[in-house]
Structure formats: C-alpha cells, structure tokens
C-alpha cells in the first residue's frame, strides 16, 4: 500500500474508533445515531432476512442497475453533444442557448414530469439520473474540445487529414482527459440522485430502503443503506478510473 493509501486508512479507524467512543459513553444518543451494534444488527437483518421488500443484495443490484443505465445513457448522448458542440461554432450558438436554460434546474425538479410522462415504473428514475449525469458529461467534453491548442489542429488540417479522422484521431484522444472528468462528476451525480429519485413510487433499491427506514424511525437501517451507497459509488467510481488509466496510458507514458 501506499503512504496515501495507508493516511486514508488511518482516518478511516480513527472515524470509526470516535464512533464507539461516542455512542457507547452517551455522548450522543443512539436514537439520533445508531451505535455500531445496531449498524450490524440491520445490516444482518437485511442481508440475511431482508428488509423493505429484499435483501441487501436485491436492492443493491436494482439500484446499481438504475444508475449505470442512467450513466451509459448520459454518456451516449452527453460526449457526442459536447464534441458537437466544442468542434462547430454553429452547433454551440444554435444548442447552448437552450442548453443554458436548462442546465441551472436541478435534477430533482424533473421528478414529476418524468412521473408524469414515463409513469412510477424504473424509466422515470433513469431519466432523472440521466439528467444529473448529463450536463457534467457535456461540459467537460466542450470544454475539453475547446482547450485543445490550436497549432495541433492546424497542423492536422496542413497534413490533409480527413475531417472525421481528424475528430477520432487528435480531437477526442486530445479532449479525453477533461472527458474523464465529466465522466466522474456524472457518476458521482447519478448516485447522488439515485435515492432521492428512489424514494417516490420505489418497491426495490437503496432509496426505498431509505425511505422506509425513516418510516419505520430505524436510525441503523438508515446508516446501513447510506454505507451501501457510499460503498457502491467507490466501487464505479474504481472501476470507472481503471478503465481511463487503460484509455489514458499513452497520456501516463508521455507524463513518465
């Protein structure tokens, strides 16, 4: 492990140490923050038993299946749309005006018309996630396209390079850096909707989980399912950063 790995590491005992010390001295109540005797106690319960209609891997798999079908979707139509638009002027003064608009509302505010024109069923959630996921993805691809130094682009065009080999072959390996990190804000805003978007019309996930644990007043079930989505974001969030280390190489060779 690293020296970062093992400080991070460190921090984490030190959380959980300061957690026992406070709970079980009554420094805080076990009503308002569960001990971490009732944290395993429900994360048992809805492993093994179930809770709020599954387990804990029922509802993990559902929601995991929701973000990463809101994510591809974001991906799919947000690179395109910002490589459109960071290569063609016109396309940028005939998009962004309406991409303005609707880029301040919050993701949460489409809940009910995604209710109203997709039902209660999983497509209104993914369609509220793809939204949060969406606007990151297009302005770090714009952005991206638009830093690329202008002699790099010249010269291709010099060489006679082909407009669509040119976009595959300088433009985008050029814009992939910034594209990553739209990538990861979009991730990170899917999960980040995800429960509030799974909190209306939800028989399955994480949020319901959520939602009926606050119903129930059942500060463990709480922390348990706000420990699973942090954990499963950690995880994308991983597998997300192997594959642009693997899309990137020749970017960590050039750096080396």
């Known amino acids: 492990m690293s020296r970062r790995s093992w400080i991070g590491l460190a921090t ?21 923050f569960p001990s971490p005797r009732d944290f395993w106690s429900a ?12 387990t804990l891997l029922a509802h993990s798999l559902h929601s995991l299946k929701l973000v990463l079908m809101g994510f591809a979707t974001a991906v799919v139509t947000g690179v395109p749309l910002g490589l459109w638009m960071g290569w063609s ?5 005939a998009i962004n005006p309406v991409f303005l608009i609707i880029r301040p509302i919050p993701p949460l505010a489409w809940i009910p018309l995604a209710i109203l024109w997709l039902g209660l069923g ?5 369609m509220v996630i793809w939204f949060a996921a969406f606007v990151p993805s297009v302005i ?13 682009l010249e010269a291709s065009r010099m060489l006679g390079t082909p407009r669509l080999r040119q976009i595959v072959e300088v433009v985008m390996p050029a814009a992939l850096p910034m594209i990553f990190t739209g990538l990861r804000l979009s991730l990170q805003a ?13 028989l399955l996930g994480i949020g319901f989980v959520l939602n009926v644990a606050q119903q129930d007043i059942y500060p463990g079930m709480i922390l348990v399912g706000m420990a699973t ?20 190489a020749w970017n960590v060779a050039a750096r080396d």
């Not at 950690?234 to 950063?241: C, S």
């Open 229 to 248: 989505v942090g954990v499963l974001g950690w995880v994308t969030t991983r597998a997300l950063g192997m594959v642009e280390r693997r899309a990137l």
């Open 122 to 126: 999983d497509a209104a959630k993914v």
């Open 89 to 93: 002027r016109k396309a940028e003064a």
């Open 140 to 152: 770090n691809t714009f952005a991206g396209v638009r830093t690329i130094e202008r002699p790099i």
């Open 12 to 32: 984490m005992i030190a959380l959980i140490g300061i957690w026992f010390l406070t709970t079980a001295t009554g420094l805080v109540s076990t009503m308002r």
């Open 43 to 54: 994360l048992h319960q809805i492993a093994t038993r179930g809770y709020a209609n599954g």
């Open 190 to 202: 899917s999960w980040t909707t995800l429960v509030a978007a799974e909190l209306v019309g939800a």
